[in-house]
């Protein structure tokens, strides 16, 4: 079955960087769109960022434009979610997600942005 599994979240201080990473499996990597999520405590869940098939098209929620950058590497079914110059608004816990039959998450990694 389909499988997403993020790491690298954690604390960082505003106008820091982190680096999230998602390993998939379960399904053909390279023949799907991957996404990235975000869900704040009270919050609806928000797409943040997405990426084409061979990395070639991206496209970003404006509130992340010019910060995060969406990647992938198809060899190791891994994508990825540069995040920099983080805000304390971006605080929340990040999904992996592909439509494969149908939409699924991952398990999420926690990230805080926080002095």
């Known amino acids: 079955q389909v499988q997403l599994v993020e790491s690298g979240g954690g604390l960082a201080q505003p106008g820091g960087s982190l680096n999230l990473s998602c390993i998939a499996s379960?399904?053909?990597?390279?023949?799907?769109?991957m996404s990235w999520w975000r869900q704040a405590p009270g919050k609806e869940r928000e797409r943040v960022a997405g990426?084409?098939?061979?990395?070639?098209?991206?496209n970003y929620a404006d509130s992340v434009k010019g910060r995060f950058i969406i990647s992938r590497d198809n060899a190791m079914n891994t994508t990825y979610l540069q995040m920099n110059s983080l805000k304390p608004d971006d605080t929340a816990v990040y999904y992996c997600s592909v439509f494969y039959q149908r939409r699924t998450w991952g398990q999420g990694t926690q990230v805080t942005v926080s002095l």
């Open positions: 379960g399904f053909p990597f390279s023949d799907y769109v």
């Open positions: 990426i084409a098939v061979d990395g070639g098209r991206t």
